[in-house]
């Protein structure tokens, strides 16, 4: 049974033209991901670029990825990243156990994160384990014209707030199975802490591309 990573990178970006092909340092973002797999070979066996995009899929194979077309009827804005992985499973002769997603818009990740969250995985006997980082920030919202705190009492000190976190996008395991169904984090995933500061860097704008340059320069 094999574990196998997918790197879904759509071709049509809104907010930055060719999002996955930008450079960041020396390499196109999607390469990013494709060499992380590569550099965790004892764990993952194959890599997949699922992609709607000829230039996204001639740089995935220049680097050594292969590539699975994506139909035009789930590369849309609106389609779940789901489609795209369950898609690729059934396109391939091969017997999968375990899924890895790498989001190519999440490009750096700590060097020795999927390891760490793989042993995780496979010592407490999972069928789905993914990302999460502690947020640090006062929430609260506006009604009717009031502000009222979410996570806070006013005049409350930051590091004395009740821990809340969000999913950072570095990485997601499942088993073939659950995506199949149409689902990559189940119920009873397991939340694997990361407070890293490539945990904050998710490429949905330039500004966000900048952060990541800024980032990788100085990292």
Do not use: C, W
Not at 36 to 63: C, P, R
Not at 79 to 89: D, F, I, Q
């Amino acid at each position: 049974m094999k574990t196998i990573a997918i790197i879904p990178a759509r071709g049509g970006s809104k907010r930055i033209p060719e999002k996955n092909i930008q450079l960041l340092g020396e390499l196109p973002l999607i390469a990013h991901s494709i060499v992380y797999a590569q550099e965790n070979s004892d764990i993952i066996e194959d890599i997949y670029v699922s992609t709607d995009d000829a230039e996204i899929k001639k740089i995935a194979l220049q680097f050594g990825a292969k590539v699975i077309d994506r139909p035009i009827s789930i590369s849309g804005d609106m389609e779940p990243t789901v489609s795209a992985l369950k898609h690729v499973l059934k396109s391939i002769d091969s017997d999968v156990e375990n899924v890895i997603l790498l989001q190519a818009t999440n490009p750096l990740r700590p060097e020795n994160l999927l390891k760490e969250v793989f042993e995780k995985y496979q010592n407490n006997n999972l069928d789905s384990i993914f990302t999460v980082s502690r947020n640090h920030q006062k929430f609260g919202k506006i009604i009717n014209n009031k502000f009222q705190p979410f996570n806070y009492t006013i005049g409350q000190r930051s590091q004395d707030l009740e821990p809340l976190f969000f999913e950072n996008g570095l990485l997601y395991i499942s088993k073939a199975s659950l995506i199949l169904e149409d689902i990559i984090i189940s119920e009873n995933a397991f939340p694997f802490e990361v407070n890293h500061i490539f945990a904050q860097v998710d490429i949905d704008t330039p500004d966000d591309l900048d952060y990541a340059r800024y980032l990788y320069q100085k990292h």
